[in-house]
């Protein structure tokens, strides 16, 4: 399989690339500059390397310089931004800084003939983020793009198969972005375009297969698309020296417990651990009303939890987690281990020592995960499910919570999450759910007065769920959910619906 070395500076858009370049059917890897020398590049066999862009200025001392001797290689070379710029200096060329060099946004961009782009437009728009430029090419190289304020928009050494481009072709915002790639990727690199999901499980299988020979890995399964598609392809590796441990605090959704087991316990035969701990929870909960004191304990009993049935289990070597590429971002690359270990667990016990983490989704975003999950075949409730808070119902029923009051948030949840997928409004509705408030309302059924609970309906519209809208979910159907659960569910006297966006309100009410 041919694959291309992603060498990355610390740029905003690194992953960005990788995916792109995946998307042309070649596997593309992520390596961080300092964790990468010359040699490992040459026994690696890469077709092509990308420099990626970063956030710093060449000339900086604290900026990430590299081995110059990886333009020797005879492997092509593309920089991008910070990367061609780092090629310029490199290759003793001149970067420099004027005011009013920097360009941020839509740039007027027109090119010039070169392999790099074919099947590009003379004149076009790209994305650009910098304030240095590069005054004076290395020699070698010639010109081959520029911008209003950019002398050298691109340069390229084609008897060396060196490129770089100052734009991000790897943003949609470039309007030829895709091509350039292409001709990097496939004309200038020559790599086949083979690589499909099937091929990241293949090679991720073959993998933990040799590094995790003989060793007794743990996984938190929580049932969300990240965690079981981890377990899954992990299990293919280890079979059963992975130990999935799932830990059912009573707050997960209608039948949800019985649904995670019966599907990776039965169906994939995974090495699963189901703990009923819903009692211990409640009792933990009981008489709690504050939000964050909810998350808390929570958090400390989850841990608790998972503690005792890892020791059960006993000399445990490797961590497992179904990290992912936001995850990453969120938490700072170079301190995501440690943090995400506790974002996804709770936050481990210091004295429960792991010899290693493994994060096989580590570099794939969120719809690649749901690919490779569809491809294991993970059934669709898995992968296509919308995201659900750790805390789980605690957070939905406001104030105290107690099992009769979970009973009727379950059973009001249900009903809205049918009607919204008889009626098909997947699309437009990415989280939704029912939120049991703590006031009690006056209604009327046949001749007699009821005093039963309000529930909410939220829905939200929203691509990364940092601002969201309400979903315009039509009338007939929030008819139906309401006289559903009114007629279906004990205890109900009324249902609203919650039009608040995000901001000012946030998705869930605690
Ligand atoms: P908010 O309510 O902050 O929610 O607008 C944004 C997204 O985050 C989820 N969420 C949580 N997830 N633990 C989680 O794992 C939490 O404590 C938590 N609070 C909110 C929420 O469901 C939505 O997708």
């Known amino acids: 399989m041919d694959k291309i070395l992603v060498l990355d500076f610390g740029g905003q858009y690194n992953q960005l690339i990788a995916r792109r370049v995946r998307e042309q059917h070649v596997y593309a890897e992520i390596k961080a500059y300092n964790r990468v020398r010359v040699d490992d590049i040459k026994k690696e066999g890469y077709r092509g390397i990308i420099f990626t862009g970063g956030p710093n200025s060449v000339y900086d001392p604290s900026s990430p310089h590299y081995d110059a001797e990886v333009l020797n290689l005879k492997i092509p070379v593309l920089g991008i931004c910070y990367g061609d710029q780092l090629i310029a200096y490199m290759k003793n060329g001149k ?3 004027a005011e009013n060099s920097s360009e941020y946004g839509r740039t007027d961009l027109t090119v010039t003939e070169s392999e790099l782009f074919e099947g590009v437009a003379k004149e076009s728009v790209c994305w650009m983020s910098h304030n240095d430029y590069i005054s004076e090419v290395p020699n070698g190289f010639r010109i081959i793009a520029t911008t209003p304020k950019c002398p050298c928009a691109a340069m390229e050494d084609k008897q060396n198969r060196i490129y770089g481009v100052q734009f991000h072709p790897e943003v949609t915002h470039t309007q030829f972005g895709k091509e350039i790639l292409h001709n990097f990727v496939i004309k200038i690199c020559g790599c086949k375009q083979d690589w499909r999901m099937d091929s990241f499980i293949e090679s991720t299988v073959e993998r933990y297969k040799k590094e995790l020979a003989g060793k ?31 830990v059912d605090h009573g707050l ?15 169906r994939f035969r995974l090495n699963l651990i189901r703990v009923n701990a819903q009692e211990r929870f409640l009792n933990k909960l009981a008489g709690v009303s504050e939000p964050e004191q909810k998350r808390k304990i929570i958090g400390e009993e989850f841990v608790r939890v998972f503690e005792e049935e890892a020791r059960k289990i006993g000399n445990l070597d490797v961590l497992a987690q179904g990290t992912i590429y936001p995850d990453v971002v969120e938490s700072g690359k170079e301190e995501s281990a440690v943090i995400k270990s506790h974002h996804n667990v709770g936050g ?38 919308q995201p659900f808070p ?80 309400f979903s315009r979910i039509p009338y007939d159907v929030l008819e139906t959910v309401c006289g559903r659960i009114i007629n279906e569910v004990a205890g109900v006297s009324r249902v609203v619906y919650d039009i608040t966006s995000k901001p000012p309100g946030t998705v869930e009410w605690e």
Not at 367 to 377: A, I, K, N, P, S
């Open 95 to 97: 970067v420099s800084s």
């Open 216 to 246: 007794k890995v743990l996984l938190a399964l929580s049932g969300g698309v990240d965690s079981s598609v981890a377990a899954v392809l992990l299990d293919k590796a280890i079979g059963h020296n992975l130990h999935c441990v799932f």
């Open 252 to 266: 997960l959704r209608k039948n949800e417990g019985d649904l995670v087991e019966k599907t990776f316990k039965d």
């Open 348 to 385: 481990l016990p210091e004295d429960m020592l792991f010899e290693s983490v493994v994060e096989p989704l580590r570099d794939l975003f969120k719809d690649e995960v749901r690919e490779v999950g569809r491809t294991l075949g993970i059934p669709a409730e898995f992968v296509d499910r």
């Open 390 to 469: 750790g805390p789980g119902l605690a957070i939905r029923v406001i104030g105290e919570i107690t099992q009769e009051k979970l009973e009727i948030l379950k059973d009001a949840d249900l009903i809205f999450r049918e009607e919204i997928k008889k009626n098909g409004l997947e699309s437009i509705a990415n989280q939704y759910f029912a939120v049991l408030t703590g006031v009690r309302a006056v209604g009327v059924m046949g001749d007699a007065r009821t005093y039963g609970y309000v529930v909410a309906l939220r829905s939200v519209t929203t691509d990364d769920f940092m601002t969201a809208e």
